[in-house]
């Protein structure tokens, strides 16, 4: 399952990313492009914008979730309802700028361009084999793992909400 995000939608681009998922986002993509390429590319078209899922709606090979929700809690929430996301995924496959997926790297092919401090901390590195920007798991990898719970526990008060 790949996506596209229109621009009001930056934030979760970035965590289905983060999650491991091919999601374009183009800032200033315009409405004819993102329909266009949600057919071409066969990608679930997201969106906040109801005239846009209505012109959706209407197209035959165009998938579209019209995101209600403003906080990124209740927008990962609903990604799982709707699109059925999974939040166990490995997290940071991917480059959060290009969206390629990143290779593993050895300590030596980083060297010129990491910290000393992280090189030697850190075991394992990865890079963009587009933008070659390097990751490392860090403090920042621990944070966004933190509010991936915190995604899990909306999902949870969302059941709970229907159940009553
Ligand atoms: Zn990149």
Request: proline share 3%.
């Amino acid at each position: 399952m790949t996506f596209l995000a229109d621009c009001m939608l930056g934030k979760l681009a970035r965590w289905l990313r983060i999650l491991g998922y091919d999601t374009v986002y183009d800032n200033f993509a315009a409405d004819d492009d993102l329909l266009r390429v949600a057919g071409q590319e066969g990608r679930v078209l997201l969106t906040r914008d109801r005239p846009l899922v209505e012109r959706a709606a209407a197209m035959d090979d165009v998938t579209c979730i019209h995101i209600d929700a403003l906080d990124i809690d209740d927008q990962v929430a609903q990604m799982v309802a709707d699109a059925s996301i999974d939040l166990d995924r490995p997290t940071f496959t991917r480059c959060l700028e290009c969206n390629v997926g990143i290779d593993s790297v050895s300590r030596d092919e980083v060297e010129a361009v990491v910290p000393p401090y992280v090189l030697q901390t850190r075991d394992t590195f990865y890079r963009c084999p587009s933008c070659e920007r390097v990751y490392w798991s860090g403090s920042h990898t621990s944070r966004m793992n933190a509010r991936i719970d915190a995604f899990r526990e909306a999902v949870s008060r969302g059941k709970a909400a229907q159940n009553v």
